[in-house]
């Protein structure tokens, strides 16, 4: 089976997952499995037994290091596959039972009726499946304030909703959450549980992009400062921090940094993009190299694992995925008082415009951020109005034409 034809497959396997109620993070482990196991896989003619692909990768992952606890989960996503190409039916005996808790009232037969509607529209698998997660949400929303079911929802209700939720969202997500809702209502609408209910929801039409505030040089020095770097720990913490504020790379970037890809020489980082999955070079400020030796010297624990960030508990590992940093950088965001979005991401944003104000080309912020089109890396940038005075021309005297 070739790479197309296993891509094909996940959607189907996606489904099913759905349809037993197991929730959208163990969906989304098992997603990002199966992206794992198709770049193993070639793009066209005859490939590798996926199975077998699929074990090579976990033996991988456990030569390097990799927690038991995440290979084992990992064994029985194979197991899952391996059912489903034999029979179209994944065998979920072996799977970890990770379901949604019941919502209560009238809202589980609201949601289950609402997942057989968009199957008999023919709704592809993926959008199923995302608008289930979301639809369980707005439910379970609605059981908070004390409705019952669909039926007693009234426009506060979805005024409010909206409100609440789009802390959660970027425009593009937002959008997505618009149409879900809209589908939703428009279903109710028709089993007559709601009158017009659908017209309650705004269009996504005009969504823009709440810009991410980059951190000042004074944040980022009171972040640093909150770190207690006399710790294992806290030199760990404080190389990944410095690490993102200086670079800007990812989360999932920096799990994946190994000592190898360190030249001390050189002062620069090989970076691998599993988002993108190319490789770059980046340079290392004095500050940044001496923060990650320290940690590597004096503070990462012994390990046989390549990785440069370790967890700090036994077995001492990588980090399983780039988003088991956030917690990390929240906690030193709430200690130094920084309001606003917490997260690495942020950092990125204000490595972006850091970059920017010295002067960096377009195309250089690109290529440090790992975008292929420089309109994706000009996101993460922003100037303040006094930045964008100092690019005016003056005007000409004397009204010249």
Request: charge should be neutral; charged fraction near 25%; aromatic fraction near 6%.
């Amino acid at each position: 089976m070739n790479r197309v034809e296993f891509e094909a497959a996940v959607p189907k396997m996606a489904a099913q997952f759905a349809e037993q109620g197991y929730s959208m993070t163990t969906l989304g482990v098992f997603l990002q499995f199966c992206r794992s196991v198709s770049r193993r896989l070639p793009e066209d003619g005859p490939g590798p037994d996926v199975a077998k692909a699929a074990a090579a990768y976990v033996d991988a992952l456990e030569a390097k290091g990799t927690t038991r606890a995440v290979c084992v989960e990992h064994r029985r996503h194979a197991r899952c596959i391996e059912s489903f190409l034999a029979s179209g039916e994944v065998d979920f005996s072996h799977a970890k039972r990770v379901r949604r808790s019941p919502i209560g009232g009238g809202f589980d037969d609201d949601l289950s009726e609402y997942v057989e509607d968009m199957r008999r529209r023919g709704l592809k698998d993926a959008t199923v499946v995302k608008w289930t997660g979301y639809a369980y949400r707005f439910l379970s929303y609605l059981r908070d304030r004390g409705l019952e079911s669909l039926a007693d929802v009234a426009v506060t209700d979805i005024d409010e909703f909206l409100v609440w939720v789009s802390a959660s969202h970027a425009a593009s997500g937002m959008a997505g959450e618009l149409s879900m809702l809209r589908s939703l209502l428009g279903y109710s609408d028709t089993k007559g549980s709601t009158s017009n209910a659908r017209h309650w929801v705004p269009k996504a039409r005009g969504l823009g992009t709440t810009p991410v505030a980059p951190l000042s040089d004074d944040e980022v020095a009171a972040i640093v400062a909150a770190i207690d770097n006399t710790t294992p720990m806290g030199k760990r913490d404080l190389a990944i921090i410095m690490l993102a504020a200086r670079t800007g790379i990812r989360s999932s970037e920096i799990v994946a940094l190994q000592l190898s890809d360190i030249d001390w020489d050189e002062l620069s980082l090989t970076v691998r993009r599993p988002k993108t999955m190319t490789v770059d070079k980046l340079p290392m400020d004095g500050q940044l190299a001496s923060a990650i030796a320290d940690y590597v010297l004096n503070g990462r624990p012994a390990s046989p694992s390549k990785e440069v960030f370790l967890v700090h508990h036994a077995p001492y590992g990588p980090f399983s995925r780039g988003c088991s940093l956030h917690k990390i950088s929240e906690r030193y965001y709430s200690a130094a008082g920084i309001e606003g979005r917490a997260g690495l991401h942020r950092m990125r944003h204000t490595a972006a415009t850091d970059m920017l104000r010295s002067g960096a080309a377009p195309d250089a912020i690109a290529a440090v951020l790992g975008h292929s089109k420089i309109e994706n890396a000009m996101g993460y940038a922003s100037v303040e109005a006094d930045g964008l005075r100092a690019c005016c021309l003056a005007l000409p005297e004397g009204g010249a034409r």
